[in-house]
């Protein structure tokens, strides 16, 4: 049987052309992704430093650009960490990413495409302040 071939999440280029830079009136937070270290299948991928690996490819892409040098430090972007949830080595991607370097985006994302790899956007639940009611459930 041949493999199933899943259309990429994101979309890899905006069906409308390239996004406008934010500006004042349109600050909004940028997606975050989880490219899950499981395929489409359900396999673990392998190796299994894939993460790390992937995301120190991407370690100099930084707020401010990548310094090198005395000053400099070893570590991953904020834009690109490995992490593990529920057991399963993950990547966390943001999509700031896409604003300081495009092909590193793109290169990601084709990453967890070409390997077919699980992506799910993360999603943020509103945070609930000390004191303020709760709706009651359902």
């Not at 905006?14 to 899950?36: D, E, L, N, V, W």
């Not at 300081?100 to 943020?124: G, H, K, T």
Request: with cysteine; net charge positive.
């Amino acid at each position: 049987m041949p493999p199933v071939r899943a259309t990429p999440w994101p979309p890899l280029h905006h069906p409308a052309g390239a996004r406008a830079p934010p500006t004042a009136m349109t600050t909004h937070k940028p997606r975050q992704f989880y490219i899950h270290g499981l395929t489409l299948e359900g396999r673990t991928f392998r190796p299994s430093d894939w993460a790390e690996r992937l995301a120190g490819a991407m370690s100099s892409f930084r707020p401010g650009g990548g310094r090198g040098g005395i000053g400099s430090y070893i570590g991953y972007s904020p834009y690109c960490v490995p992490q593990v949830v529920d057991g399963v080595k993950c990547v966390l991607v943001s999509e700031a990413l896409k604003g300081i370097e495009p092909m590193a985006w793109d290169f990601v994302m084709n990453f967890a495409r070409d390997n077919q790899l699980q992506v799910a956007e993360v999603c943020v639940l509103p945070e609930v302040l000390p004191g303020a009611p709760r709706s009651p459930a359902p």
